[in-house]
């Protein structure tokens, strides 16, 4: 059975979405099955797979509503082993909709129900916020990675985050766990990328992955090209890093 992860941060600007394509492209790299589910309304994790958001006709907000199967959604990425559930403005509607559906927090994971067993891992990119999509995401997965980034305000909403999900624990997935915090937007040359590197791992301890995720212009020119950055430029910091953190994910296991 898959493993279902939650991209998740209501913090804009953090690299959530970069981090959620270019996990599941370097996931599929090594050739792992992977499912990435788009349930941001901007749709930019299906962008960032070269998809055309308004060509879709069916997409993961019809299938909350029950309007389409998982299966007329899915779509095939130009990358082998992975595929994609994807989301356009229409989602934006989905929190007002589903307001008063039975079981509504659950959604998503009837959907995922679905289709689980054809997967190693599943990816779930959150919209940044923590809204009733974001809840959806965490009821549905084993755990949440969260990216943070390395800048002075790095904490700031992290402690709200947390609040959340020990609320989802409680009421509504007591299974679901941090798999751990991803540290972007490095920049090596900072003293105070170093400052906040120590300060969150020193506070989070084990519970920061090993991988740090630098800035880098390639990693962030490669969602205009429509492709991950480990089919943009394979030899780029950014595209090395993602390779390692899909590693350390894999080899962590469970």
Do not use: W
Request: glycine letters at 8%; a negative charge; charged letters at 20%.
């Amino acid at each position: 059975m898959s493993q279902i992860f939650a991209i998740a941060n209501q913090k804009g600007g953090v690299g959530k979405t970069t981090t959620a394509v270019n996990l599941a492209a370097s996931l599929a790299a090594a050739e792992k099955r992977t499912l990435l589910v788009d349930m941001d309304p901007q749709g930019n994790a299906c962008s960032g797979l070269g998809l055309d958001r308004g060509a879709q006709r069916q997409t993961i907000y019809n299938a909350l509503l029950g309007e389409a199967t998982t299966a007329e959604i899915l779509i095939r990425s130009a990358l082998q082993h992975l595929d994609i559930l994807p989301a356009n403005s229409d989602l934006i509607g989905a929190e007002i909709e589903l307001v008063s559906a039975l079981a509504r927090e659950k959604k998503l994971r009837g959907i995922l129900a679905e289709v689980r067993d054809e997967y190693d891992y599943i990816i779930i990119d959150c919209p940044p916020s923590l809204g009733l999509l974001t809840v959806n995401a965490l009821t549905a997965a084993d755990s949440v990675v969260i990216p943070l980034q390395c800048e002075f305000y790095a904490m700031e909403g992290l402690s709200q985050l947390l609040k959340t999900i020990r609320l989802i624990q409680k009421e509504l997935n007591p299974k679901l766990s941090v798999r751990g915090i991803v540290l972007t937007m490095f920049d090596g040359r900072n003293n105070l990328s170093h400052q906040v590197s120590d300060e969150i791992r020193a506070h989070f301890d084990g519970q920061v992955f090993k991988t740090v995720i630098p800035r880098n212009v390639r990693l962030s020119e490669s969602p205009s090209h429509g492709l991950p950055v480990l089919l943009y430029d394979i030899a780029s910091r950014g595209a090395i890093s993602y390779l390692e953190l899909a590693k350390e994910i894999i080899e962590s296991g469970n």
